[in-house]
């Protein structure tokens, strides 16, 4: 626990403005918190917070138009609001650091990973050049990066994501900084990946001596780093303190919800749903993307991304395809409901074959199997009244519009939004309420199969549980048989009856998913559950080890 | 208010915050109801002689006249008409056959795309001024031949532009989901594609008018215009040879030239500015 | 680089394809274009012309004879000047390079600097000066800006020569040459620059301002760099990249350009020579730097992808 003189940051009161015009009129609204020397705070928050701009605040770096109108930041004895410009920029790299969420585009694309280190030490004049190479190569050494020697030259694009962080890491530290910030480091990242980018900041934060500012909206990640808390809400801060204390004994209700919503914390009993007949079946299919390639066929770049995958879902289960990014799930989605074409394999529906058949057949066994997509912003079209949206399917059906029209209202109130809604546009509605619709819209034509395509990734925290009850519940009612795709292992926990595990096109485990996650037999299923943030701390379990 | 209602209303009151291009549709007016007046301020042919040759301007004559005595002004007022039928038309011919081969090509992808892809290549790599100038001589001069010449070579531009849409926009969800729903292709490209990539195609078909324009007065000036047509760019071309000692003979015909396609330029980019809000703020 | 450059190939095949359909879209038959029809040519000559392309044979024959003379660069007979078309074009290309690569200096860099200047003074009246002169440039037509020089620079001040590229009858050798070659050239390129200039700016500003606003130069703030070295290391090199691709792009532009200012200026170069032959009804001549125009452009595209892998690191060879 931090003593008062090992505080090495003092925020009191800070207070910043939006621009005219946008839903509040502060980003952040009195926010006062102090971090020590040696100590992990997370600021955690869901978007809209404000927990990123007070990052920024602190660096200096609002955007334009944003300003910090009350309010101290202290550092030390200074103010970092009223310091001067060229103070503030030799502070900037040496004294506190920070690292970004997107590490592909916040490196600059033609210039060397070394370059942009050596960079950081000119600016602050690092003295010569030899020096200079041998304290980057040492740091590249610290964060694990193979063959640093070879890495001084390499450009970001030929870096994996992972080692892209783990160079973003290496230049903050680089002038062994008091404090580090880190916004949202690993969102981007894979599960595994993420894993190992929190050890090491732990690790380097303990070998350096640093104070960590870690933003997060993900409790788990909080019960794996931080040593304190704090929650912020619509620019305010709600509830400040240890992490332990907060993990098992929130305070503030909005913490309470936050904790509750953190899916995995139940898991779905097995419910024998092997047992009953087999509604969706996939048989070997496969899928190889080519891009690229010139006009002799060099450069060509070739991708396998679905290797003889083979599956059964049976009637009135939810069966969970797991996987991170370039596993294959989305694509063996899309090729399920033939939006892409698979090279190979079969896919049927009970009886009928969907592949092999022409275009007009395919149209009528559409109604049977339809898709949820991830992002709720994208997929109603902006022009249309989500009345008509909702009743669309139907309308291409041949049925007539007012029939359609009282169709859509039903499903509508199914979802939980109100008939009257209808006549309004989608932009009036929130991330939680599209995806409803989105969902009300999928099951018009009375689909037998439901294909949900991280429906829950792109949304807050505590809506994701409600969306994710919403679905549970359809199920039930309309005995629907649910394919459900994520990354997000502790979601297919609570969610789903069976789970199969996607690796590089291929399934490695599959099984009941009580089974699966009480004894993971495969090694990489095994790898992703010990990637599961704050799995070892348990989100309201006992405090991080 | 439906979207398309209220991003009119929008777009119009942005659109009038910005001055420029308030002077730019207060210019292109002017420019119009001259055109429309023209028959009536200058009722003879402006090719007629109404007075002595290389008159000198403020005189009798407002703009002076020309090496045979033809008054410049009527010349101007005329040859208005001819540049503003000829942009539009041949900007309308290119934009609605740019859009239908690019959006085809960027929907359809595959080898309708490769072989769009090739033609616009080959498109731009041919010099388009010199395009037009051999396709107006080979077609002998006339204002169908030069809208055609125009629309030829401008058609690409808008194909890319609307095959780089339709491309991004068949990725969408709002669009896959269609799809999945059973929805006809003809129904997704027009009922749901379209009305979503209205905003660059109408800047750059605004834009376009202005290039129609320059374009077509090149051709006049060179003697490749309609001969029966009054056109500014003839009236530079024309008074070259009395360059020396009647200077007004090429100076206001292409002020006119310059003023018009500023205008243009001026209500194009407000409209970008106003359909891209977001870049405002910098 | 040899995929570059076997891309090219079809591309230059598919020219001499419209070049052979433009021939025959033409009123009269080929042999009369290619005669220039002007009578200049006797009945047994045009009988003997049509039996040579084989206008009496099938299409696609016909199409790929004409392949082959092209490709060989018989681009056959000019009848006016009465010499082979190919030799007329080499005679002329020297003086049209030299201005087309003034020009383009001259903008290419002008408005760079420009654009630099406006973007990092954004919204200051060096940001406004410099936008509106680039908005009026945009709009100005190439051959009155030419002959509006000429009035001022020629007639009224009498500071520059009014055409030509030499001094006739004063046989200038060795650096009198050039200085002379290039007190001719001041006009012409700079007619020709100032649309180009102002394409130029307004696209370098444009990238500034977008390449400023991404995530690397936040990271470079947080790094403590100072605003200089942003904008002169980080921005401008990323900025540049599309303002190359539609230099190479507007080559084209420039070549379809230089046929007005070379005629304005009577600069001996291609441009003049199309608009001769325009005049001449020697449409054989015409389609000659029609295929040839559009063969330089094809060349500079693939320097400028040269050009593109050296600087950008993403770009494999």
Not at chain 1, 105 to 119: F, K, R, S, V, Y
Not at chain 1, 341 to 367: F, H, K, M, N, W
Not at chain 2, 238 to 264: E, Y
Not at chain 3, 242 to 261: D, E, K, R
Request: net charge positive; proline share 5%.
């Amino acid at each position: 626990m931090a003593g008062a003189d090992d505080i090495i940051l003092r925020v009191e009161g800070l207070r910043v403005d939006l621009p005219a015009g946008v839903e509040r009129p502060h980003a952040v609204e009195d926010a006062s918190f102090t971090l020590g020397r040696r100590e992990v705070l997370c600021l955690v928050g869901e978007s809209g917070s404000g927990k990123s701009i007070t990052a920024r605040a602190i660096m200096g770096l609002l955007p334009p138009q944003v300003v910090a109108s009350a309010g101290r930041i202290l550092f030390g004895d200074e103010d970092l609001l009223k310091v001067a410009p060229e103070r503030l920029r030799a502070i900037r790299g040496s004294d506190i650091a920070m690292i970004f969420q997107e590490p592909m585009t916040a490196l600059n694309p033609l210039m060397t990973i070394g370059d942009q280190i050596d960079e950081v030490l000119r600016s602050h004049g690092g003295g010569a050049g030899a020096a200079r190479r041998a304290r980057i190569l040492a740091l590249l050494a610290d964060v694990h990066l193979p063959e640093p020697e070879r890495l001084l030259h390499a450009y970001p694009h030929q870096l994996s994501g992972g080692q892209r962080q783990r160079a973003m890491i290496a230049m903050a530290l680089v002038l062994e900084p008091k404090i580090i910030i880190a916004d949202e480091p690993t969102t981007a990242l894979d599960v595994t990946t993420q894993a190992q980018i929190l050890s090491l900041i732990r690790e380097l934060q303990a070998k350096h001596a640093t104070g960590v500012l870690f933003i997060t909206h993900d409790f788990g990640v909080v019960a794996e780093i931080a040593d304190r808390v704090a929650v912020m809400r619509h620019g305010r801060l709600v509830e400040v303190d240890a992490a332990e204390r907060i993990l098992t004994a929130p305070r503030h209700p909005y913490t309470r919800l936050l904790l509750d919503a953190v899916p995995g914390g139940k898991l779905r009993p097995p419910a024998g749903t092997e047992a009953r007949p087999v509604v969706l079946s996939v048989k070997r299919l496969a899928k190889t993307f080519r891009s690229g390639g010139g006009f002799l066929g060099r450069g060509r770049r070739v991708v396998r991304a679905l290797k003889e995958v083979s599956l059964e879902l049976h009637r009135g289960e939810t069966l969970g395809l797991v996987g991170e990014s370039g596993s294959g799930k989305s694509t063996l989605a899309r090729c399920v409901i033939r939006l892409v074409e698979p090279d190979s394999g079969e896919v049927a529906l009970g009886d009928v074959s969907l592949t092999g058949i022409s275009a007009r057949a395919l149209r009528r066994q559409r109604a049977r199997i339809q898709m949820v997509f991830q992002d709720p912003y994208a997929s109603l079209n902006p022009r249309y009244r989500i009345g008509r949206l909702v009743a669309d399917g139907l309308l291409i059906n041949g049925v007539a519009p007012a029939a359609a029209r009282a169709r859509a209202a039903e499903l509508l109130e199914l979802v939980g939004i109100e008939a009257a809604a209808a006549e309004r546009y989608p932009h009036e509605f929130s991330g939680g309420q599209r995806q409803r619709i989105c969902i009300a819209r999928a099951l018009a034509l009375g689909p037998e199969v439901l294909v949900a395509d991280e429906p829950v990734s792109a949304l807050d925290v505590s809506v994701q549980a409600q969306v994710l009850r919403l679905l549970a519940d359809l199920r039930d009612r309309l005995h629907l048989s649910i394919l459900f795709i994520t990354h997000d292992l502790r979601v297919a926990a609570e969610v789903c009856d069976r789970i199969a595990v996607m690796q590089n096109g291929e399934i490695v485990e599959h099984g009941a998913s009580a089974a699966i996650f009480t004894a993971p037999r495969h090694a990489y299923t095994r790898a992703l559950f010990a990637s599961i943030p704050g799995r070892r701390a348990g989100a309201q379990g006992t405090g991080p080890t | 208010m439906s979207p398309p209602q209220a991003a009119l209303k929008d777009l119009a009151r942005r659109f009038a915050r910005n001055r420029s291009a308030l002077v730019g549709l207060a210019i292109l007016a002017a420019v119009l109801l001259l055109a429309a007046a023209a028959p009536l301020l200058y009722p003879a042919t402006p090719f007629a002689l109404a007075g002595k040759p290389v008159s000198p301007p403020f005189g009798n004559f407002l703009l002076g006249t020309d090496m045979l005595g033809r008054d410049v002004a009527a010349g101007i007022a005329h040859g208005a008409k001819t540049s503003l039928l000829i942009g539009l038309v041949s900007t309308a011919v290119a934009v609605t056959f740019g859009t239908l081969a690019g959006g085809l090509a960027g929907y359809y992808g595959g080898r309708i795309d490769g072989l769009l892809m090739r033609i616009t290549e080959i498109f731009q790599t041919i010099p388009s001024f010199i395009f037009a100038i051999v396709l107006v001589a080979v077609m002998s001069p006339s204002i169908a031949s030069t809208v055609i010449a125009i629309s030829v070579v401008s058609w690409p531009g808008v194909a890319r532009l609307a095959r780089g849409e339709f491309l991004s926009m068949r990725q969408r969800e709002y669009v896959q989901s269609c799809i999945s729903l059973g929805m006809g292709d003809a129904r997704i490209m027009f009922a749901q594609i379209l009305p979503n990539c209205l905003s660059p195609l109408v800047v750059t078909a605004s834009l376009l008018v202005a290039t129609a324009i320059l374009i077509e007065s090149g051709l006049a000036f060179l003697g490749l215009g309609d001969p029966n047509v009054m056109s500014w760019g003839f009236q530079v071309g024309a008074g070259r040879t009395v360059l020396r000692t009647a200077w007004w003979v090429c100076t206001f015909p292409g002020f006119a030239i310059l003023l018009t396609v500023l205008a243009i330029n001026l209500v194009g980019e407000g409209l970008n500015d106003a359909l891209n809000p977001r870049l405002r703020n910098r | 680089m040899l995929r570059r450059l076997a891309q090219a190939v079809p591309t230059v095949l598919l020219i001499v394809v419209v070049n052979f359909f433009l021939l025959h879209l033409a009123p009269g038959d080929a042999a009369q274009v290619l005669a220039g029809e002007a009578g200049s040519a006797t009945p047994e000559y045009m009988a003997a012309l049509r039996a040579k392309f084989g206008l009496d044979q099938p299409l696609y024959v016909q199409l790929f004879d004409y392949i082959k003379t092209m490709l060989s660069l018989d681009l056959g007979m000019s009848f006016r000047q009465n010499e082979p078309v190919l030799t007329l074009i080499l005679g002329r290309l020297g003086p049209t390079l030299l201005l087309m690569t003034t020009t383009l200096f001259l903008s290419l860099g002008g408005g760079v600097l420009l654009g630099i200047l406006a973007a990092s003074g954004l919204r200051t009246w060096r940001d406004n000066v410099i936008s509106v002169l680039a908005l009026v440039s945009y709009a100005t037509p190439l051959f009155w800006l030419g002959l509006m020089l000429i009035i001022l620079f020629s007639i009224d001040l009498g500071w520059l020569p009014t055409s030509g590229m030499e001094t006739i009858g004063a046989f200038y050798q060795g650096w009198a040459r050039v200085f002379d070659i290039a007190r001719h050239l001041v006009l012409p390129a700079l007619t020709l620059s100032l649309f180009y200039l102002a394409v130029y700016t307004r696209l370098m500003r444009a990238a500034m301002l977008e390449q400023a606003g991404m995530d690397y130069v936040t990271t470079a703030r947080a790094k403590g760099l100072s605003e200089r070295r942003i904008t002169f290391v980080h921005v401008l090199r990323n900025a540049f990249l599309p303002v190359l691709t539609i230099a190479g792009i507007q080559v084209g532009g420039l070549i379809g350009g230089s046929v007005v200012v070379e005629t304005i200026f009577d600069w001996p170069g291609l441009g003049l020579l199309a608009f001769e032959s325009l005049f001449a009804r020697d449409l054989n001549l015409l389609f000659g730097i029609f295929f040839l125009s559009a063969c330089l452009v094809v060349l500079v595209n693939l320097a400028v992808d040269v050009l593109y892998t050296f600087l950008d690191p993403r770009i494999e060879v």
